[in-house]
């Protein structure tokens, strides 16, 4: 059955067998876990960590954002969950979601390239550092 909402439900660990209509949420591992929203019954697991997913609270309504995409998956989902609601997107074409799919991994790459320079270095630096000697540091014939 397609669902509408969710239930928020903090937990230390994500239950093994979820519950439909439920958003399984641990802070401690930094993920939250629901079934497919459009009754498909696979199971969604989404890293709440930057360039992943971001949970916002508000009492007692969660968002998640960036919208959800099963793009892997038979049901082609695609959905936000914004304060416990689910609000339906239209399907993404198959050059959409390779293009969505590149961009995660973009901006995953940039994310843990930022993260491993020294927070001394400017930008530019590190542009102009990694464009002459590359990732390795070594100088480029």
């Known amino acids: 059955m397609r ?3 969710f239930v928020p439900e903090f937990v230390e660990t994500v239950p093994e067998d979820l519950e439909p209509g439920h958003l ?3 802070e401690r591992f930094r993920t939250a876990s629901h079934l497919c929203a459009c009754g498909c019954g696979s199971r969604v697991v989404t890293p709440l960590k930057p360039a992943k997913w971001e949970l916002t609270k508000q009492g007692d309504r969660v968002s998640l954002w960036p919208s959800i995409g099963r793009w892997q998956l038979p049901c082609k989902s695609h959905y936000w969950i914004r304060e416990n609601q689910v609000v339906w997107s239209r399907a993404f074409t198959d050059a959409e979601m390779h293009a969505v799919l590149e961009r995660d991994a973009r901006d ?3 994310y843990h390239a930022a993260r491993s320079r020294p927070r001394w270095v400017p930008d530019f630096v590190h542009h102009l550092w990694r464009k002459w000697f590359g990732a390795n ?5």
């Open 3 to 5: 669902q509408s909402a």
């Open 24 to 26: 399984y949420i641990s």
């Open 108 to 110: 995953l790459h940039e």
């Open 137 to 141: 540091g070594r100088r480029r014939g």
